[in-house]
């Protein structure tokens, strides 16, 4: 019957064809990510973007692919000077990052880049919507903690995040009365020791120092922020920012 043998043999084959298919993909959009991440170490952002994009058509899950692909919207959109393109970046930057979230939800990549996300939105938004999504993004930033302890982005994150919070004007006090969650809780002392930590785990970042000082100025410790400033600007730039955050650096010392 060797009808009936073609017959049973179809589906068998079809399935083979298709485990090859899906193989070839997956190899195919790791060689872009591989490319797409020395793009991104050159500081090639938007090239980069485009490849993970490219990668994500072949893999919708691939890990860093989906991260990657929000971190460079939140990045890329905060330059925009337009605040609804700007809030569409942000949005399309958290959506990346849910979906990576639900791909990967033992990895602690996707759980920074939403608060990364969150963090952006929260600036293009009112002060309850705000208040709201400072509590999202503390949830976010520590559970990429909890899973990368030694990861300095997320620290840095959390230092900014708790020296912003601890120092909210009163009338975001006020706005936070009508928030179920109330006011988060930020502290001047975490902030610090924050901040300290994303620095010893990474000293080659411009924009942690520059954030260090930025919180001395920021609760009126200036003596402490000028040895930071005069670090930054001993430094050479590496990331696509560094030569604005060298620039404001050198503007902060020159105003203190």
Same mark, same amino acid.
């Given at each position: ?89 942000? *949005?399309? @930057? ?5 979906? &990576?979230? %639900?791909?990967? =939800?033992? $990895? ?5 880049? !939403? ?73 001047? *002392?975490? @902030? ?5 930590? &994303?620095? %010893?785990?990474? =000293?080659? $970042? ?5 954030? !260090? ?44």
């Amino acid at each position: 019957m060797p009808g009936l043998k073609k017959f049973l043999l179809l589906p068998l084959l079809i399935f083979s064809f298709t485990l090859a298919a899906n193989s070839e993909a997956l190899n195919d959009a790791a060689e872009i990510v591989k490319k797409a991440n020395e793009l991104k170490d050159d500081a090639k952002e938007e090239e980069a973007l485009e490849l993970y994009l490219e990668a994500l058509d072949l893999d919708s899950e691939n890990y860093d692919a989906l991260w990657n692909a929000s971190l460079l919207h939140a990045s890329i959109g905060f330059r925009f000077d337009d605040e609804d393109r700007q809030k569409e970046y942000f *949005e399309t @930057a958290r959506d990346f990052a849910e979906k &990576a979230i %639900e791909a990967h =939800p033992d $990895s602690g990549h996707p759980y920074y880049v !939403l608060s990364v996300a969150k963090g952006r939105l929260a600036d293009v938004v009112g002060t309850q919507e705000r208040i709201r999504l400072s509590h999202e993004i503390e949830d976010a930033v520590k559970k990429s903690i909890d899973i990368m302890p030694d990861y300095a982005p997320s620290w840095h994150l959390y230092g900014v995040w708790q020296s912003e919070v601890a120092n909210l004007s009163r009338g975001e006090r006020f706005a936070a009365r009508f928030i179920s969650r109330g006011l988060p809780e930020g502290s001047n *002392e975490k @902030a610090e020791e924050y901040l300290k930590n &994303a620095e %010893e785990l990474d =000293p080659e $970042s411009i924009l942690i120092k520059l954030d !260090l000082a930025r919180h001395y100025i920021r609760v009126g410790e200036d003596e402490k922020a000028v040895p930071w400033l005069e670090k930054v600007l001993e430094m050479e730039p590496t990331m696509y920012d560094d030569p604005e955050h060298i620039e404001e650096a050198e503007k902060l010392l020159s105003e203190l």
